[in-house]
């Protein structure tokens, strides 16, 4: 059964970097085909797209974070890290990370955590 | 970047109903949509990909069609956990994109 679950701070000062670990089981982030995204949704509004981190370490990230985000994977403990720099309260959202396996639909969730920008 | 977008934007409808979504894509993109179901405080499940394919456990009760530039997801029969917010996302090209939902709410 794949699972992930995603964690990190639920408070952040703007102009802060924000780190968040996406710890996975039920598959290995190193396996051939395998990939997990990261998306976010503000509340009350729709899901966005931020970045995927595939299992032979191609990146991609959504050119509407201007160079804010960076994705690294530890294969040691099936982890996926997502670092967004500079964070505004526009950045307040709830976090999902989530499974893909060869096309980037996104077939396994994580339960999401919100993270707050606020001073 | 491939805009997708979605309507309704909100609709009501009862339990047994038959609802359909549609979702269009600013170019052409194939089969390349998938369709999410995200229930109120959870995460968004993964319903039909490739336009009309089913994913494993989802009930037969959802359908996809569709290609090119629109797409539609029928649902046959509203159940009482189908009261939700859709979204269309486009598998063709990055950046991925998500549309802006249909909210289903009981009439």
């Known amino acids: 059964q794949i699972t992930l679950k995603e964690s990190g701070p639920t408070l952040v000062k703007p102009t802060e970097t924000l780190t968040l670990t996406c710890s996975v089981s039920?598959?290995?982030?190193?396996?051939?085909?395998?990939?997990v995204g990261w998306i976010r949704q503000p509340p009350g509004k729709a899901l966005e797209w931020l970045a995927l981190i595939y299992w032979d370490d191609d990146k991609r990230y959504s050119p509407s974070l201007n160079n804010r985000l960076t994705l690294t994977k530890d294969t040691s403990r099936n982890q996926v890290v997502l670092t967004m720099t500079n964070v505004h309260p526009v950045d307040t959202a709830t976090y999902f990370c989530?499974?893909?396996?060869?096309?980037?639909?996104?077939?396994?969730w994580g339960q999401g955590t919100l993270v707050t920008v606020s001073s | 970047d491939i805009q997708l977008t979605q309507s309704p934007s909100f609709l009501s409808a009862s339990v047994g109903d038959r609802v359909t979504i549609t979702c269009r894509a600013s170019q052409g993109i194939g089969t390349y949509v998938a369709w999410y179901r995200q229930e109120p405080g959870k995460a968004p499940n993964l319903l039909i990909y490739a336009a009309s394919t089913l994913q494993s456990g989802v009930p037969s009760r959802f359908s996809g069609s569709g290609s090119g530039t629109e797409f539609t997801l029928t649902i046959s029969s509203l159940q009482p956990e189908d009261f939700a917010t859709y979204y269309c996302q486009q598998i063709k090209s990055y950046p991925l994109t998500f549309a802006g939902g249909t909210k289903v709410d009981i009439k």
């Open positions: 039920g598959f290995s982030v190193s396996t051939s085909g395998v990939g």
């Open positions: 989530a499974h893909i396996h060869a096309d980037p639909k996104f077939d396994s």
